[in-house]
């Protein structure tokens, strides 16, 4: 049976904890309440009800002009958090001045006696990052005289589990390497719920298991997510989405991304000897990052005179460390080539390495 969608309202906020949680919640700046302003703003708190987490809510602030003379706003914002946006609209005026999107930059509006100015607020759930229940918030408004005033909002945000992390950054990995991770989903604002997960997507296997304590009321899953038998070369980037049970609850976001570079791999990527200060060895690891192979035979190409090879090691059968030392002097000119590294591997027959020796240091 599925769970419940939990609705739930603010209610009436005293003016006292409106106040604070407006400054505490999206922005740190307070602006002064003018009482005697000649405009009035309704609703005094716009209240955006209950909103899915990832969807959007919008509402309209109605700015009035009740004195006698004109009155000039210079800015309406800054909105503090990427969460909050807004348009102004002039229903009196047409063409371009009938409406613009307000960035909380100077604005240069001049209100006439009894004009109406409004303020279409969107606040968009899916820019927070870390999960959230309850917000409240104010737009600050400008004037040229006077004190300022605020636009008041909240919203009863339904957040029924949160997804850590969000983005999964593998870095360079090999073509073939068949890289994996994890993401957990953990309950937040609903106790109960099931995620049921075991598919391929474009190649990509995702698997779910359920890891929360059998003694606690709070669901947490784990998702395991493994990378297709081959990567194209070059930048990759991977969006999920899954459903869990629970009727009309946001579904399961989460991406991977990362660079698909060739499966045979050295490190370091450079080697420079510097012999009149002792660096006089070196080490290059070969590693074999495709998912169940071997590192096959390795051999090297002409060395320059001066530079020994000192042999090889394998430190497991996907990796091996190749040794050097520099056995003569320095140079009278600093020497740079390429280090050959010849593979068996058909795809990266060879491997080239930059190779510097400093030249001699003349003497003091």
Same mark, same amino acid.
């Given at each position: 049976?599925?769970?419940?969608?939990?609705?739930?309202?603010? =209610? /009436?906020?005293?003016? +006292?904890?409106?106040?604070?949680?407006?400054?505490?919640?999206?922005?740190?700046?307070?602006?002064?309440? @003018?009482?005697?302003?000649?405009?009035?703003?309704?609703?005094?708190?716009?209240?955006?009800?209950?909103?899915?987490?990832?969807?959007?809510?919008?509402?309209?602030?109605?700015?009035?002009?009740?004195?006698?003379?004109?009155?000039?706003?210079?800015?309406?914002?800054?909105?503090?958090?990427?969460? @909050?946006?807004?348009?102004?609209?002039?229903?009196?005026?047409?063409?371009?001045?009938?409406?613009?999107?307000?960035?909380?930059?100077?604005?240069?509006?001049?209100?006439?006696?009894?004009?109406?100015?409004? *303020? *279409?607020?969107?606040?968009?759930?899916?820019?927070?990052?870390?999960?959230?229940? #309850?917000?409240?918030?104010?737009?600050?408004?400008?004037?040229?005289?006077?004190? =300022?005033?605020?636009?008041?909002?909240?919203?009863?945000?339904?957040?029924?589990?949160?997804?850590?992390?969000?983005?999964?950054?593998?870095?360079?990995?090999?073509?073939?390497?068949?890289?994996?991770? $994890?993401? /957990? *989903?953990?309950?937040?604002?609903?106790?109960?719920?099931?995620?049921?997960? !075991?598919? &391929?997507?474009?190649?990509?296997?995702?698997?779910?298991?359920?890891?929360?304590?059998?003694?606690?009321?709070?669901?947490?899953?784990?998702?395991?997510?493994?990378?297709?038998? &081959? /990567?194209?070369?070059?930048?990759?980037?991977?969006? $999920?989405?899954?459903?869990?049970? +629970?009727?009309?609850?946001?579904?399961?976001?989460?991406?991977?991304?990362?660079?698909?570079?060739?499966?045979?791999?050295?490190?370091?990527?450079?080697?420079?000897?510097?012999?009149?200060?002792?660096?006089?060895? @070196?080490?290059?690891?070969?590693?074999?990052?495709?998912? =169940?192979? !071997? +590192?096959?035979?390795?051999?090297?190409?002409?060395?320059?005179?001066?530079?020994?090879?000192? =042999?090889?090691?394998?430190?497991?059968?996907?990796?091996?460390?190749?040794? $050097?030392?520099?056995?003569?002097?320095?140079?009278?000119?600093? /020497?740079?080539?390429?280090?050959?590294?010849?593979? !068996?591997?058909? &795809?990266?027959?060879?491997?080239?390495?930059?190779?510097?020796?400093?030249? #001699?240091?003349?003497?003091?």
């Amino acid at each position: 049976m599925m769970a419940p969608r939990p609705l739930r309202r603010f =209610g /009436l906020l005293s003016p +006292l904890l409106l106040a604070f949680l407006a400054t505490s919640a999206c922005s740190k700046q307070s602006v002064a309440v @003018a009482q005697d302003a000649p405009l009035a703003i309704s609703p005094d708190f716009l209240d955006l009800g209950a909103v899915t987490f990832g969807e959007r809510a919008t509402g309209t602030f109605r700015i009035e002009n009740i004195g006698d003379k004109a009155q000039s706003i210079t800015r309406i914002g800054p909105f503090s958090c990427s969460c @909050a946006s807004a348009e102004l609209r002039l229903p009196g005026r047409q063409g371009a001045e009938a409406s613009r999107r307000l960035d909380g930059g100077r604005l240069a509006l001049t209100l006439a006696p009894g004009e109406v100015a409004e *303020v *279409v607020f969107t606040l968009d759930t899916s820019r927070y990052r870390q999960p959230t229940s #309850r917000k409240v918030g104010s737009v600050p408004v400008v004037l040229a005289e006077g004190p =300022g005033l605020t636009l008041q909002w909240g919203a009863d945000i339904w957040t029924p589990f949160q997804v850590e992390p969000w983005m999964t950054d593998f870095g360079e990995v090999g073509l073939r390497e068949r890289p994996s991770g $994890f993401v /957990l *989903v953990v309950s937040h604002d609903t106790y109960d719920f099931v995620v049921d997960v !075991d598919t &391929e997507v474009d190649g990509w296997t995702v698997k779910s298991k359920k890891v929360s304590d059998p003694d606690s009321v709070r669901q947490s899953y784990q998702l395991t997510f493994t990378a297709p038998p &081959e /990567l194209p070369e070059g930048p990759f980037r991977k969006d $999920f989405s899954f459903h869990t049970n +629970l009727q009309g609850a946001p579904p399961i976001k989460f991406a991977v991304q990362g660079r698909a570079v060739p499966n045979l791999f050295v490190s370091p990527t450079r080697v420079m000897f510097d012999p009149d200060r002792g660096r006089n060895h @070196a080490e290059i690891h070969v590693v074999q990052r495709a998912a =169940g192979k !071997d +590192l096959g035979k390795i051999s090297l190409g002409e060395l320059p005179e001066g530079l020994e090879f000192l =042999g090889e090691e394998s430190l497991d059968p996907q990796r091996k460390v190749l040794r $050097f030392a520099w056995t003569g002097e320095a140079p009278k000119e600093s /020497l740079h080539q390429d280090l050959l590294i010849m593979t !068996d591997e058909e &795809e990266q027959p060879e491997i080239r390495v930059p190779l510097s020796v400093l030249k #001699r240091r003349q003497d003091p």
